[in-house]
């Protein structure tokens, strides 16, 4: 058989004994991984933006869930899963009612290994 035959199909994975060729390494590892939460703390600065008194960091998970933090003190710390060695961060900074004075852009937030 040639390699573009066996990847045309299901064969490299009935091969295996399954049908789903995208799920067999996982599978053959034992499945997806626990969660491995955490605490990285995320550094701010207020002085720069006027009328700010605290930030609402919102930090996607690996799995799609939200987690909504709001810090007045820097650095803020912040519970996640460090499977997938980053997840999407956003910092808008607010005034003391809570009200955003400048949004803030969706950045990698690397967690260490």
């Excluded at 049908?19 to 207020?46: E, K, N, Q, S």
């Excluded at 930030?55 to 709001?70: E, K």
Aim: glycine fraction near 10%; proline fraction near 8%.
């Amino acid at each position: 058989m040639l390699d573009a035959y066996i990847h045309a199909g299901k064969w490299y994975g009935f091969f295996a004994g399954m049908g789903m060729l995208h799920r067999w390494p996982a599978v053959r590892l034992g499945g997806v991984d626990p969660a491995d939460h955490r605490t990285v703390y995320v550094p701010f600065t207020l002085s720069g933006t006027a009328n700010a008194a605290k930030v609402r960091l919102t930090i996607t998970q690996p799995n799609g869930a939200s987690a909504i933090l709001i810090c007045a003190a820097s650095p803020c710390a912040a519970t996640v899963d460090a499977r997938s060695g980053s997840v999407p961060m956003k910092m808008d900074y607010l005034n003391s009612s809570g009200t955003m004075v400048a949004p803030g852009d969706n950045i990698p937030l690397y967690v260490p290994q």
